[in-house]
T-cell receptor, first 114, second 112 residues
């Protein structure tokens, strides 16, 4: 069966520090991978998605970047965090291909930039 | 920009009552999905309805889709306190086809 792992669960980082959030998927090949951010009490904002290794599409200009060094690994990074980067970050995957079905989510990382 | 817009933003009902949430979107879709999120957790998929379907059932859930109005509704019948959560609609669009776009969600509170 497929599983998705996202870590860490919580993170407190000072302004100006770097960020690296990792997400891995098991049990499937060539998944579509996504990073979303959720502000408190709000919906999910799509940040990045990837349909294959090294292929990253950015949805919103921002202080963050994403990379996909391996088929089932998706990393969200920042060189210098801003206060506005605080939020709940969710990684998700969907089966390969176009719009085939449901998205499976990790448990999220709550990032607080102080 | 987000495509799905849910209403109401928040809904408070008594256990046993039905809860109805609505979602509207802007461009043509491949399918529409509903998800549930417990506080501080990831989202869990509830049900998917394809653009050529009008109604779908799953247990106490009933989803309708009206593509002419670009809207969908989620009905939870005989609600329980455990149904308390946020509910999101999500759309996968024909253009591109890889992106699942979420609305702002409806917070449902079911009082025991």
């Amino acid at each position: 069966s497929q599983t998705i792992h996202q870590w860490p669960a919580t993170l407190v980082q000072p302004v100006g520090s770097p960020l690296s959030l990792e997400c891995t998927v098991e049990g499937t090949s060539n998944p579509n991978l996504y990073w979303y951010r959720q502000a408190a009490g709000r919906g999910l904002q799509l940040l990045f998605y990837s349909v294959g290794i090294g292929q990253i599409s950015s949805e919103v200009p921002q202080n963050l970047s994403a990379s996909r060094p391996q088929d089932r690994q998706f990393i969200l990074s920042s060189k210098k965090l801003l206060l506005s980067d605080s939020g709940f970050y969710l990684c998700a995957w969907t089966p390969p291909g176009r719009g085939r079905g449901e998205a499976f989510f990790g448990q999220g990382t709550r990032l607080t930039v102080v | 920009s987000q495509q799905g817009e849910e209403d109401p933003q928040a809904l408070s009902i008594q256990e046993g009552e039905n809860a109805t949430m609505n979602c509207s979107y802007k461009t043509s879709i491949n399918n529409l999905q509903w998800y549930r999120q417990n506080s501080g957790r990831g989202l869990v998929h509830l049900i998917l309805i394809r653009s050529n379907e009008r109604e779908k059932h799953s247990g106490r859930l009933r989803v309708t889709l009206d593509t002419s109005k670009k809207s969908s509704s989620l009905l939870i019948t005989a609600s329980r306190a455990a149904d308390t959560a946020s509910y999101f609609c999500a759309t996968v669009h024909n253009t591109g086809g890889f992106k699942t776009i979420f609305g702002a969600g409806t917070r449902l509170f079911v009082k025991a």
